[in-house]
């Protein structure tokens, strides 16, 4: 199963976006669901993830303007970015964590005009 990521799009810097991510309860239910990203000449990198009990972790340079959150009921992930910045320009995917490559949908473009 491929794990959609829906949300994205143009937004001038300082704006935001909320990317959402809907998954088969069974995966959903048991994993730690996470967000990644990859800018264009980067590799993918982990953005944040949460647990089923709602633990998050962020990467650093992030935290205070991104905010991962899950609703358990709708099997849905979330990513709420705000004063996005340039540098968030990316193409942002859900998956779990650990990854399961199984998993990789295509995404979905975020571009941050300055």
């Known amino acids: 199963v491929q794990l959609q990521a829906s949300g994205g799009g143009l937004v001038q810097a300082g704006g935001s976006l909320r990317l959402s991510c809907a998954a088969p309860?069974?995966?959903?239910?048991?994993?730690?669901m996470a967000w990644y990203r990859q800018a264009p000449g980067y590799q993918r990198e982990w953005v944040a993830d949460?647990?089923?009990?709602?633990?998050?972790n962020y990467k650093r340079s992030l935290k205070g303007r991104f905010t991962i959150s899950r609703d358990n009921a709708k099997n849905t992930v979330y990513l709420q970015m705000n004063r996005l910045e340039p540098e968030d320009t990316a193409v942002y995917y859900c998956?779990?964590?650990?990854?399961?490559?199984?998993?990789w949908g295509q995404g979905t473009q975020v571009t941050v005009s300055s």
């Open positions: 949460i647990t089923p009990s709602g633990q998050i």
């Open positions: 309860r069974s995966i959903f239910s048991i994993n730690d």
């Open positions: 998956n779990t964590l650990p990854i399961r490559g199984d998993f």
